[in-house]
């Protein structure tokens, strides 16, 4: 072998080694911050979103005073709150028992869809409840199949670590949910000056008492400044409609295109005063 050409064998065997290590050192480096940088990037998406919406403490609250309070019809269970802001990120997930068994466990989810559907089909000038959304979805109704679209994240819905459900810490937290629920219980969230943040969806009774306990909330946590909605006089509101009744034919059909069925007569005449006995419009 030549001489000089053995003599740089060892060179070039250590110029590989260092050029070795610093790709290592890279790499490193590289798999250290990618992970964090999208941590950061998911946690400030979460945060920096839910800023101008009700915090934890406030739901937690305002939860638990409307379901003790009473006068909501229904079955007297506790409930299951969810806030997202505008994105659809979920901000808030609550609830108003003595422990996450204290609620039906499968409401959790169904609050979050609320919540979801609230925001994704309100509008800064007109508010949509989910209980607005029931008529219209039925087969031949003007709105049949949304039901099926923008389905839930099941790995939002049903990761991390059960005992953080309805905690300031609950997986979903700064995390989007999805989901398109259409029964009562969903309601958009519109600050004093009228801004729509984003909604609360609550589940965990009838159909019907979660609609009247998301207003009471809403209400309470004074994010009612509802511009207009299909329900009521002018402007209306996003109250649920209860004017479902027999067609010639028998069929249930909803005058307007938004009823909801009255779970009972107590629900039917709870629901259409909570606009007179809770107004909507940022508190004076």
């Known amino acids: 072998m030549d001489r000089h050409l053995s003599d740089n064998i060892p060179r070039g065997i250590h ?37 101008n919406a009700p915090g934890f403490s406030a739901v937690q609250t305002a939860l638990a005073a409307v ?27 609550a609830f108003s028992g003595a422990d996450r068994g204290a609620q039906w466990p499968g409401s959790r989810v169904i609050s979050a869809q609320k919540a979801n559907t609230a925001n994704a ?35 939002v819905a049903y990761g991390g670590n059960s005992k953080n459900y309805g905690q300031s810490n609950d997986p979903m937290v700064g995390r989007k949910i999805g989901g398109v629920n259409v029964f009562g219980g969903g309601l958009a969230l519109y600050a004093k000056d009228g801004t729509l943040v984003g909604a609360i969806g609550l589940s965990g009774d009838t159909s019907c008492t979660d609609h009247i306990i998301g207003w009471k909330v809403r ?66």
Request: charged share 10%; proline share 7%.
């Open 15 to 51: 110029t590989v080694k260092r050029t070795f290590q610093w790709m290592q050192l890279v790499c490193l480096s590289g798999c250290l911050l990618m992970p964090y940088t999208a941590f950061a990037d998911d946690e400030s998406d979460g945060r920096s979103g839910c800023k």
């Open 67 to 93: 379901v003790t309070g009473g006068g909501n019809s229904g079955l007297g269970f506790n409930m299951w709150a969810t806030v997202v802001n505008r994105d659809g990120v979920v901000c808030v997930v």
């Open 121 to 155: 089909f309100s509008l800064p000038g007109f508010a949509l409840s989910t209980a607005n959304l029931y008529s219209a979805v039925q087969p031949g109704g003007s709105l049949y199949g949304l039901q099926h679209s923008n389905p839930v994240d099941t790995g």
């Open 219 to 284: 209400h309470a946590l004074n994010f009612d400044n509802v511009p207009a909605g299909v329900a009521g006089a002018s402007p209306g509101t996003d109250n649920i409609i209860f004017d479902i009744a027999p067609d010639a034919h028998g069929h249930p059909v909803s005058a307007g295109g938004f009823g909801h069925p009255a779970c009972s007569a107590a629900a039917a005449t709870i629901g259409t005063a909570l606009p007179t006995n809770f107004p909507v419009g940022p508190a004076q």
